[in-house]
């Protein structure tokens, strides 16, 4: 019944923008916090970003922030993650992820719902 969509992904030049949508479809709804996460080749999964329902709590990974803004629109359902200033060492497939508890941390474990994650490539 649960499925988060996930779409914005692509390949873009060092320096530009790119935003990811992902949207939670599901009956019934749950107060949700959303995160992003990334994985490299070879590379274990990392937290990028998260948001709790309300939007007050927010957590950025050091390597993005100040880069990166992850926002949601309540009445999509859908949580976004902005991506400017874009770097060859962010390529990675990024998943978006649902965590029923609106803890909105940086641990995958935390995480109930998974996308099937969207490549996202920089290229310099």
């Known amino acids: 019944q649960v499925q988060l969509v996930e779409s914005g992904g692509g390949l873009v030049q060092a320096g530009g923008s790119l935003r990811l949508s992902c949207e939670f479809v599901?009956?019934?709804?749950?107060?949700?916090?959303m995160g992003w996460f990334r994985q490299a080749p070879g590379k274990e999964r990392e937290s990028v970003a998260a948001?709790?329902?309300?939007?007050?709590?927010?957590y950025y990974a050091d390597s993005v922030k100040g880069r990166f803004t992850i926002s949601r629109d309540k009445t999509k359902n859908t949580v976004y993650l902005q991506m400017d200033s874009l770097k060859p060492e962010d390529t990675a497939v990024y998943y978006c992820?649902?965590?029923?508890?609106?803890?909105?941390?940086?641990?995958?474990?935390?995480?109930?719902?998974w996308g099937q994650g969207t490549q996202v490539t920089v290229s310099s």
């Open positions: 599901g009956r019934p709804y749950s107060s949700a916090a």
């Open positions: 992820a649902a965590d029923s508890l609106d803890l909105a941390t940086g641990n995958h474990y935390d995480y109930d719902y």
């Open positions: 948001i709790s329902w309300n939007g007050a709590k927010t």
